[in-house]
């Protein structure tokens, strides 16, 4: 069974930082791409970031510049680094991933950033 799980998620001030994992149960190399989504309440869910088995990262214009999305295939984990954090990043984040034509989701973990 595949199982997407995520950490580090909280609350930060304003110009504040957060690093989420998103552990994976067994390889990460299957999952291409995966991806960081959040979702605030009353908006749909967005894409973050995503990164390919190659390594070609997206990202949402709006957090450009201030976030990286990485993959540590040796630890199955995926992370996203999130710096200069905005009240507007309230959301709660969501670890995705495709394989074999089907997306798996993580539970996700709730980041709230207070201005």
């Known amino acids: 069974q595949v199982q997407l799980v995520e950490s580090g998620g909280g609350l930060v001030q304003a110009g504040g930082s957060l690093r989420l994992s998103c552990a994976a149960s067994g390889s990460i190399g299957r999952f291409n791409p995966m991806g960081w989504y959040r979702q605030a309440p009353g908006k749909q869910r967005e894409l973050v970031a995503a990164?390919?088995?190659?390594?070609?990262?997206t990202y949402a214009d709006s957090v450009k510049g201030r976030t990286t999305i990485s993959r540590d295939n040796a630890k199955n984990t995926v992370y996203l680094q999130m710096v200069t954090l905005k009240p507007e990043d309230t959301a709660r984040y969501y670890c995705?991933?495709?394989?074999?034509?089907?997306?798996?989701w993580g539970q996700g973990t709730q980041v709230t950033v207070s201005s």
């Open positions: 990164i390919s088995g190659d390594g070609t990262t």
């Open positions: 995705h991933g495709t394989w074999n034509f089907y997306d798996y």
